[in-house]
């Protein structure tokens, strides 16, 4: 894409600023800005010409956790990367980190290579690659090393789902090792899975069977004692540690201790754990389906702890986790046996918006909203200053916010492949206008403008967000 667009008029909001600037973009790159109205920024020309009066100009999300096409549970999620991408871009997100999965008995590279087949061609917006450990040996370890050069450098492994992505406490150690010495990041999920697992027997022994029992049996103390465990096991290997999808309050007391004490620990938290509770799961009819993620949605009392660890910095990131099944056909698999419900949530265009509502209802101020879901996760991830911020030099992914209009979110509306929304009738304030991808309008003025291929595959660096 080449040529000049300049958009004029907008409150640019960053993680460290807000100025009333015109933005200046050229062959698919941020080349300028200035303070609107002044002379430097009358002197922009350009071919196209956006009116930004009265909109938030902000960094096009980053979503680092989703999971395209995921193979879990005995089926696949259901979106795509070409209609989750197309999702992500209706929402604001202009660059997602899915994750390639090494299945048990084959290496890094078969998973990596089959995950670029997926998504190579079909994303309306840019994407890059963790990589799912679930077989730690000599080989795995020397992979590791050779995805950190290529850009694939984060690695996540699970303390739970035994006999899946499973992986035990010296497997964790040895990949935490590897890590403290190649530069990766290692995420985890952290939960207990072996005390869960009995925990779920027994409770199906005892005739419980219904979505709400996945909670009750999926303890906050499990998770909160995985990520004591995980953070003592990366502070022997001397590796940074990074936990995913945090709901528990008691896990964000963990983190926030070993932070205390110095350590370079981080925590991700995504909206669902943010908005929704196990009232959700609690919902008669197996509609409590809908709402089987791991780690579970919490009673509403943990809400307040994560938007705290939110603004104390104790968590970094929200991310959406986005691992959507369908109610029909997918969540109906564990009809008279929760644990058979495909675990996951659909989300990945819902963040950006649910992510202004909590600036709207005052959890975070404005700039806070872009550090959480734009600037940090590029950081953390590799990605930045390219994405997740606006500067000159930085790729044009770029979004129009209107930070008044309103809408109601609703399966009806939305563009994600799955037949229900997790936020079905909420009512939100602020909405995507328009989005560029390096220059490009995806959305233009809430028409989708975008195609499959724009997207491009974007290697990473390894963590910045330590120095
Ligand atoms: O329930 C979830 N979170 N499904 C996706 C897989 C994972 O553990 O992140
Ligand atoms: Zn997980
Ligand atoms: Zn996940
Ligand atoms: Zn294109």
Not at 16 to 33: K, M, N, Q
Not at 104 to 126: F, M, P, S, Y
Not at 178 to 199: K, Q, T, Y
Request: proline fraction near 4%; glycine fraction near 10%; aromatic fraction near 8%.
């Amino acid at each position: 894409m080449t040529g000049r667009t300049v958009i004029r008029g907008g409150l640019v909001i960053t993680a460290s600023d807000e100025i009333h600037a015109d933005v200046l973009i050229e062959d698919g790159r941020i080349a300028a800005l200035a303070a609107s109205g002044t002379p430097a920024a009358g002197a922009f020309t350009a071919e196209r010409v956006v009116d930004a009066t009265g909109k938030y100009v902000i960094p096009g999300g980053v979503d680092a956790h989703t999971h395209m096409e995921l193979p879990f549970g005995g089926t696949f999620a259901s979106d795509t990367f070409e209609t989750g991408t197309r999702a992500a871009a209706w929402g604001g997100t202009t660059t997602i980190v899915d994750f390639a999965v090494q299945s048990v008995g084959h290496t890094l590279r078969e998973g990596l290579d089959a995950w670029h087949a997926k998504a190579e061609g079909n994303c309306a917006i840019d994407y890059a690659f963790h990589m799912i450990v679930s077989d730690v040996h000599d080989e795995t370890l020397k992979e590791m090393d050779l995805l950190v050069e290529e850009g694939v450098t984060s690695f996540k492994q699970f303390m739970a789902y035994p006999g899946v992505f499973y992986s035990d406490d010296g497997q964790i150690l040895r990949a935490m090792q590897r890590s403290a010495d190649n530069g990766g990041l290692i995420m985890m999920h952290a939960e207990n899975g072996i005390a869960i697992d009995v925990l779920v027997q027994q409770a199906l022994d005892r005739g419980e069977t219904d979505p709400r029992y996945h909670g009750e049996v999926r303890k906050a103390l499990l998770e909160a004692e995985a990520t004591h465990r995980a953070i003592r096991l990366a502070q022997v290997a001397g590796a940074p540690l990074y936990v995913v999808h945090v709901s528990a309050m008691e896990a964000v007391a963990e983190l926030a201790r070993a932070r205390d004490e110095g350590l370079p620990v981080f925590g991700e938290t995504c909206p669902q754990y943010l908005f929704l509770s196990t009232d959700n799961l609690a919902e008669p009819d197996f509609e409590g389906a809908k709402y089987v993620c791991s780690t579970p949605l919490r009673p509403r009392e943990h809400q307040a702890k994560l938007w705290q660890g939110l603004r104390t910095n104790d968590l970094q990131v929200v991310s959406t986790d986005h691992c959507p099944f369908c109610f029909t056909g997918q969540k109906e698999l564990g009809r008279g046996d929760f644990s058979k419900i495909p675990n996951g949530l659909p989300g990945v265009e819902n963040r950006m918006d649910l992510l202004h509502q909590a600036v709207v209802d005052g959890h975070i101020s404005r700039r806070r909203w872009i550090e959480i879901a734009c600037a940090t996760p590029a950081r953390m991830f590799g990605l930045y200053p390219k994405k997740g911020t606006i500067a000159p030099g930085a790729d044009a992914d770029i979004v129009i916010y209107d930070p008044h209009a309103e809408q109601i979110m609703s399966a009806q509306t939305h563009h994600m492949n799955v037949d229900y929304s997790a936020y079905e009738g909420k009512r939100t304030t602020g909405r995507v206008e328009t989005v560029l991808s390096r220059g490009v309008p995806v959305i233009t003025e809430r028409e989708y403008t975008g195609h499959a291929g724009h997207g491009v595959y974007t290697p990473r660096s390894t963590c910045q967000y330590l120095n």
